[in-house]
């Protein structure tokens, strides 16, 4: 644990004052950052518990996100202002919509959806890259009051037939491709291939050919994006309740099974709205670039809605860190975009460090508008912390967040002056999150002690209210382990100043390159192979991705199947189940798994291991000799941080 640290300086009163206005009266706190939206009907209560006892914000409110994202700046000044900038070095375009044309598209787009029958309430799947369209059709399901459910364009057909049928939607928007570097990756094939196997079938899918790649359509049930245009007018904003379904992001969990994170339309765009000053220190005109896919939650709330919301100007970046063309390209976007602020991932920074560790990219321009970096989705190591910061000498800014939360929980909120005193923390609790450390028992740690990281009830607007469909999962992943607390999934500890530290998931989900994966579902379909008794799968960690899985495990009696092949038919195996994201590259065959004497496998310690960290063995594990087993494998396959020299 770092010693309590010098250099903290005193905490603004301004984040003193609203942080514990949030926490000592919520509904006071969130009731006056309502006023910050146009509501088409104001909320008769801010804060109630429903049917299941689960808190709702905002009951009796209506609106509608699409209007406060476009139409309310269309009508208030905005509407030549620029909305969104599309920058794809892949395609080599540059596109620039203003509020007024993206309205537009949106209304459009959203009457030719009304006229396939989709109407508030009705669920649509969005399978599409990083694309306008994939955006204009996210905003036109809010302008109907349809539920959207945004699937990450690299996962493959298994798991996005998964999503289909819990989301069972009316249409399925998608695209004739994606773009991987100089790669073309046909998406209209994965779809048809995940609606070959789903058992809901959508009534129909809209197409949008991209010129690089023609889909094959199937008459009378894909129909072709741009010729829909052609034939429709379009559609108004419908009014919906606060409590009322904005998307579904689905998420990986500990099974095979994602969870559907709900979002609903009141509470998101309140907190949003408030978050873009007070945690990103941003004004209405400013430019804001989250450097994120739409299939993430990032990709929702701070490429999409919460720029929009706030009257920014919002950049939609398809191509990578590097080779598109180069290493510089983040910092040729913000020069020639003003962007103000950027938000990115760890992993994509120490991208950019591999190939160019001297930063020569970054000499080509002067970056006056960029403020801030603001980073998340994985912790940040030091090293990458200060590389970025003495190259940009800018505040750096670690932030952690979550799918279910949707937007930050711990953060340096600079719009109330605080910055980050030095590396390795997420910083000060958000307003409205009561951050607290828990130890086994559910009491609060004292400081410097590290346990589960978890949220008291009530959690602030914005926040998953439910699963979709499925409130007993609800209850049982996140609120019934420590009673009155939301459970984060995450392990870390408070230092005495109050400060967060994340030190790691304590489930089954792993994060590879800022994507987050269940290794719990790749253990899943490792052990369907017929070879295999029983296997694990742990992250371990990637300098570049940060963490990625590998496979081990014990081949059943007789089996003699090599250690290459089996590695190969896995490698394959998810990789055509859950998609080449996952980065699953080592399988490795062992005599037996480390268990406790109760069965329970110790997947930590073969990650210790892997990492070459420090270990206790546990008093109660079965068969101490097989770490050695597992060490001396890993070191002969020169696999794990530990082994690579
Ligand atoms: N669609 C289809 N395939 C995809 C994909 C997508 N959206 N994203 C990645 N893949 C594929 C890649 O093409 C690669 O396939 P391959 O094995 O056939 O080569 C595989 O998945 C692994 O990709 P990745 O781990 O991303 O490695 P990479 O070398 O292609 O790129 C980085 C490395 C660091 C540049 C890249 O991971 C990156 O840009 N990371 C930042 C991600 C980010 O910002 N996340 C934040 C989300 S909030
Ligand atoms: P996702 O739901 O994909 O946003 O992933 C959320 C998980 O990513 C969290 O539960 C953390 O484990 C991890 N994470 C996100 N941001 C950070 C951060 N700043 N520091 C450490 N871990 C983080």
Redesign the pocket.
Not at 512 to 515: A, I, L, Q, T, Y
């Given at each position: 644990m770092p010693e309590t640290m010098e250099t903290k300086t005193k905490k603004p009163s301004a984040y003193v004052e609203a942080y514990g206005k949030s926490i000592a009266d919520p509904e006071g706190f969130w009731g006056e950052q309502a006023g910050q939206i146009a509501w088409y009907k104001q909320p008769e209560q801010i804060l109630t518990t429903d049917e299941n006892g689960f808190y709702r914000w905002f009951k009796g409110g209506k609106l509608n996100t699409a209007y406060l994202a476009l139409d309310y700046h269309v009508e208030n000044g905005r509407a030549d202002q620029t909305a969104l900038i599309y920058d794809s070095p892949v395609t080599n375009t540059i596109r620039k919509y203003s509020y007024r044309e993206l309205r537009d598209m949106v209304a459009r787009f959203a009457g030719a959806m009304s006229g396939l029958g989709v109407s508030k309430g009705d669920t649509v799947v969005i399978y599409m890259?990083v694309i306008p369209e994939a955006v204009v059709a996210m905003l036109a399901c809010a302008r109907l009051g349809a539920i959207h459910s945004v699937v990450?364009?690299?996962f493959a057909p298994h798991e996005l037939c998964v999503r289909i049928d819990d989301a069972k939607p009316k249409i399925v928007i998608s695209a004739s491709c994606?773009i991987?570097?100089e790669?073309h990756?046909p998406y209209k094939p994965l779809l048809d291939k995940a609606l070959e196997v789903s058992k809901h079938q959508p009534d129909h899918t809209i197409i949008f050919q991209r010129p690089y790649v023609e889909a094959a359509m199937q008459p009378g049930r894909d129909l072709d994006y741009m010729e829909l245009l052609q034939n429709t007018g379009p559609a108004d904003c419908v009014p919906v309740d606060a409590h009322d379904p904005l998307y579904i992001l689905y998420t990986s969990g500990t099974t095979g099974k994602p969870k559907g994170i709900v979002r609903d339309n009141g509470g998101h765009a309140v907190a949003l709205k408030y978050s873009m000053q007070a945690v990103y220190g941003v004004d209405p005109g400013d430019v804001f670039w989250a450097?994120?896919?739409v299939g993430?939650a990032?990709?929702h709330s701070y490429l999409v809605y919460a720029p929009l919301i706030h009257g920014c100007t919002t950049v939609l970046f398809e191509g990578?860190?590097?080779r598109t063309p180069d290493a510089g390209t983040f910092w040729r976007i913000i020069k020639q975009h003003d962007v103000k602020v950027l938000f990115?991932?760890p992993?994509?920074i120490?991208?950019i460090k591999k190939e160019d560790p001297e930063g020569h990219h970054k000499r080509r321009f002067d970056l006056p508008s960029l403020k801030y970096l603001f980073l998340a989705?994985e912790r940040c190591d030091v090293a990458t912390y200060y590389w970025v910061k003495d190259l940009l000498r800018v505040p750096v800014i670690d932030h952690w967040w979550q799918t279910e939360s949707g937007w930050p929980m711990v953060a340096n909120m600079v719009g109330y002056g605080l910055v980050p005193p030095e590396p390795g923390s997420a910083g000060l609790p958000v307003c409205g999150y009561k951050v607290e450390i828990l130890g086994e028992d559910g009491k609060e740690l004292i400081p410097a002690q590290e346990g589960y990281v978890a949220v008291k009830l009530p959690l602030p607007p914005g926040c998953l209210p439910t699963l979709w469909e499925d409130d007993e999962r609800f209850r049982k992943s996140y609120l019934d382990r420590f009673p009155g607390y939301y459970m984060t999934g995450d392990g870390g500890y408070m230092d005495e100043d109050g400060y967060i530290y994340i030190m790691g998931r304590i489930d089954d989900v792993i994060n590879?390159?800022?994507?987050r994966l269940s290794t719990g579902e790749m253990e899943e379909m490792v052990a369907a192979h017929h070879a295999v008794a029983e296997c694990a799968v742990v992250g371990i960690a990637d300098e570049?991705?940060g963490q990625r899985p590998i496979g081990l495990v014990v081949l059943k009696d007789g089996q003699l199947i090599k250690e290459e092949q089996l590695e190969q038919e896995l490698v394959a195996l998810i990789r055509e189940k859950i998609?080449?994201?996952a980065?699953f590259r080592n399988v490795l065959v062992v005599p037996r798994l480390p268990k406790t004497r109760s069965g329970k496998i110790l997947r930590k310690i073969m990650r210790n291991i892997a990492d070459g960290d420090h270990y206790a063995i546990p008093s109660t594990i079965d068969d101490p000799a097989i770490l050695t087993e597992i060490h001396d494998k890993l070191k002969s396959r020169s696999i794990g941080k530990a082994f690579i020299l």
């Open positions: 890259p990450f364009g690299g994606g991987e570097f790669k990756i450097a994120s896919d993430w990032v990709g990578k860190p590097v990115t991932a992993t994509a120490r991208a989705g590879v390159s800022g994507h570049l991705r998609g080449a994201v980065y």
